[in-house]
């Protein structure tokens, strides 16, 4: 089944249900109308997006209008956080509704954020007002963006400088580089000159880099004053590449600095995996984060095991629900006690879909 990977010879259905991890990606992965598809057709995730909406506030309204109407690019972290945070917890919350609760999240940038609230570390107001807060701040630092290296870090070292930084290391040959507009355009041409492929990621912002710190002084105290809780649910940090302590998840200047900090999403993934078996979904639009840890040696050898929920690529509704409950068919022959879901009742053969379109 594309997607997924089915049990191979180090894991074996006899010995039980492997638990499941979330895998909650962040800015690069959003499209116009990520998992729209699912709204109003699944009931959890559509109150759990409208929960999400509703802590947004004001700007809840626009938001919501902006997703569903699919008009152009989501490169603003104005518009793609805020949609990328409301569809990770979404979709969690879904998941989670199947009695397939994760025992581990490990979110991917704004991804992290996500997993904060489904692990309880915030409440889903405050971790909302919290994204609204940093998307607001970083629209006044220099003009900047990302750029994914099919590279590893070693190999990008002497073409970085001038503000441009490893924002990412998501693969031992898969970096993402961040900086101000003009310099990493100029690296992306010393790249390519020296046959090293790269691809600019959907972003207006340099997030991960150090050229977001002054535009985020001050976000401590806004943090400072949310209600924080060490994880209900063990959460993976991309910060750390580690299990997320209690005295960080409570730390103000843990979540102020994460929006600059680094993703080491590849050494949070090994020390997640260090700890399997698990069945990894990546609750989130795309596949990007499956097609990664597709690649670690425990799920290559069968181990542990990878199942996304949406399609690979922006698709129409029907594309979102069939990934859906292609994934639900997956948990299911994990041995996990996933219930019929909206989205197959809607699909079952000559049944209308009477959301089709919204």
Do not use: K
């Amino acid at each position: 089944m594309p997607g997924t990977e089915r049990p191979g010879p180090g894991h074996s259905l006899t010995d039980g249900p492997r638990r499941v991890a979330l895998l909650l990606p962040g800015q690069g992965a959003q499209y116009p109308r990520m998992a729209a598809g699912l709204y109003t057709c699944e009931p959890v995730f559509t109150a759990a997006m409208d929960e999400v909406f509703h802590a947004f506030g004001p700007a809840g309204p626009g938001l919501r209008g902006r997703w569903l109407d699919g008009a152009g690019p989501l490169d603003d972290a104005a518009l793609a956080q805020p949609l990328l945070f409301a569809v990770d917890y979404a979709l969690g919350r879904l998941v989670s509704s199947w009695g397939a609760g994760p025992a581990a999240l490990l979110g991917h940038s704004v991804g992290e954020m996500a997993a904060a609230a489904l692990a309880g570390v915030f409440s889903v107001r405050d971790a909302a007002l919290l994204v609204l807060d940093r998307v607001s701040r970083v629209g006044a630092a220099p003009p900047g963006g990302m750029l994914a290296v099919a590279a590893s870090v070693a190999q990008v070292e002497p073409y970085l400088g001038r503000d441009v930084v490893v924002g990412a290391v998501n693969a031992p040959r898969h970096v993402v580089l961040a900086g101000p507009r003009g310099p990493l355009g100029e690296v992306a041409d010393r790249l390519a000159a020296a046959g090293l492929n790269s691809l600019p990621v959907p972003s207006d912002t340099a997030f991960h880099s150090p050229v977001l710190g002054p535009a985020l002084a001050g976000a401590g105290a806004v943090v400072a004053r949310t209600v924080r809780r060490p994880p209900a649910v063990t959460v993976y940090s991309g910060s750390t590449a580690a299990v997320l302590r209690p005295e960080e998840a409570l730390d103000t200047g843990f979540w102020a600095r994460q929006p600059m900090e680094p993703v080491l999403f590849w050494a949070a993934l090994d020390a997640l995996l260090s700890d399997g078996p698990y069945l990894l979904v990546e609750a989130g639009p795309g596949r990007g984060l499956a097609g990664i840890a597709r690649r670690h040696p425990a799920v290559r050898r069968g181990h542990s095991a990878v199942c996304a929920l949406l399609p690979a690529l922006p698709g129409d509704d029907t594309a979102e629900r069939t990934s859906l409950r292609q994934a639900a068919e997956v948990l299911r022959a994990e041995g996990l006690p996933v219930p019929r879901t909206a989205v197959e009742a809607a699909l079952r053969p000559g049944a209308a879909d009477s959301s089709e379109g919204s």
